[in-house]
């Protein structure tokens, strides 16, 4: 069965430092595979998708299909960066979506 | 206004009742979710629909039913076997592509 798995519940960083929230999946194929972002009272949002190889709000996240790994990352980190942040996985040929169990990050001043 | 919209945003109920959640999109999307978001758990998958009339279990269905009668319109019912109803559902959905999920605000159920 496919599996998304964050082993950090709760990741606390200074404010310069640098973040990177772990991903990791389970899945026989190639999977599609999304960061989003909770920020408090906000709705979850897409911050980014594998596919795209895209840096938003200075995050970035390589598809590493040897260690089967998705792992978030951002250079230097700033306060407004603390949210809940889930990884998720989308199973190709279905519409099959599937999340992890989040990461909280906060940034320390 | 485009979006997705759940409905209510506080539910109560009492051990042994089913409730319905709303959920309705006018998004134009095909596929719909729903999902349980726990403390230390994440978001895990109830039930998902991607067409009309056509829907499947997800990873904790046990306990819930779901219909789709409509594009727009995904109720969840969370019946009196669901063991453990008192959470957090969000509704979701998917369009062509599958490139990005929108969320609803979510409903918070409270079985008493």
């Known amino acids: 069965a496919q599996r998304v798995t964050q082993p950090e519940k709760l990741l606390s960083v200074f404010k310069g430092a640098p973040v990177e929230l772990k991903c990791n999946y389970s899945?026989?194929?190639?999977?599609?595979l999304f960061w989003y972002v909770q920020y408090s009272r906000q709705r979850l949002q897409l911050l980014l998708r594998?596919?795209s190889r895209e840096s938003i709000k200075g995050f970035t996240a390589d598809l590493n299909k040897g260690e089967t790994s998705f792992h978030l990352k951002k250079p230097f980190a700033q306060e407004e960066d603390s949210a809940m942040y889930y990884c998720?996985?989308?199973?190709?040929?279905?519409?099959?979506?599937?999340f992890g169990t989040g990461t909280r990050l906060k940034v320390l001043a | 206004d485009g979006g997705i919209t759940q409905s209510p945003k506080y539910l109560f109920r009492k051990e042994g009742q089913n409730v319905t959640l709303s959920c309705e999109q006018n998004?134009?999307?095909?596929?719909m979710y729903w999902y349980r978001q726990d403390p230390g758990q994440g978001l895990r998958l109830i039930y998902y629909?991607?067409?009309?009339?056509?829907?499947q279990k997800g990873d904790i269905a046990e306990g819930y039913s779901v219909s789709r009668e409509k594009k727009e319109s995904f109720p969840l019912t969370v019946t009196s076997a669901q063991k453990n109803p008192t959470a957090f559902y969000l509704c979701?959905?998917?369009?062509?592509?599958?490139?990005?999920?929108?969320f609803g605000q979510g409903t918070r159920l409270t079985v008493v």
């Open positions: 998720a996985l989308s199973v190709p040929g279905t519409y099959k979506y599937i």
């Open positions: 899945y026989s194929g190639s999977p599609e």
């Open positions: 594998h596919i």
């Open positions: 998004l134009n999307h095909d596929a």
């Open positions: 629909s991607q067409i009309v009339n056509d829907f």
């Open positions: 979701a959905s998917i369009g062509q592509g599958k490139t990005e999920a929108f």
